[in-house]
């Protein structure tokens, strides 16, 4: 199953991303990717900024993504301000 959703996000980041990547950028994207799922991950500011070549402005959008929903709220979730700014970290990463 865990081989099959990270095929997915693959799949996502090959099909939407329009710009040059290194390796930690996609693998930022991957991790991003399988956690927001694919439509999430189609639609993001994140990808739009970045197919504009605005790279540290796509960096900076990871962080916006922090929230779950809990009795149908949207909270900030202290996890996800830590998988954000890894991905973000990684993705800013030079190889």
Same mark, same amino acid.
């Given at each position: 199953?865990?081989?099959?959703?990270?095929?997915?996000?693959?799949?996502?980041?090959?099909?939407?991303? =329009?710009?040059?990547?290194?390796?930690?950028?996609?693998?930022?994207?991957?991790?991003?990717?399988?956690?927001?799922?694919?439509?999430?991950?189609?639609? =993001?500011?994140?990808?739009?900024?970045?197919?504009?070549?605005?790279?540290? /402005?796509?960096?900076? /959008?990871?962080?916006?993504?922090?929230?779950?929903?809990?009795?149908?709220?949207?909270?900030? =979730?202290?996890?996800?301000?830590?998988?954000?700014?890894?991905?973000?970290?990684?993705?800013?990463? /030079?190889?």
């Amino acid at each position: 199953m865990l081989k099959r959703d990270v095929q997915v996000a693959t799949d996502a980041v090959r099909t939407h991303v =329009s710009v040059p990547l290194n390796q930690n950028q996609f693998d930022a994207l991957v991790s991003f990717g399988y956690n927001v799922g694919a439509k999430n991950f189609e639609d =993001s500011t994140l990808i739009k900024r970045l197919n504009n070549g605005a790279y540290d /402005e796509a960096a900076s /959008e990871f962080k916006r993504w922090n929230k779950i929903t809990v009795d149908g709220k949207k909270v900030v =979730s202290r996890g996800l301000i830590k998988r954000r700014a890894r991905e973000e970290a990684l993705f800013r990463k /030079e190889p």
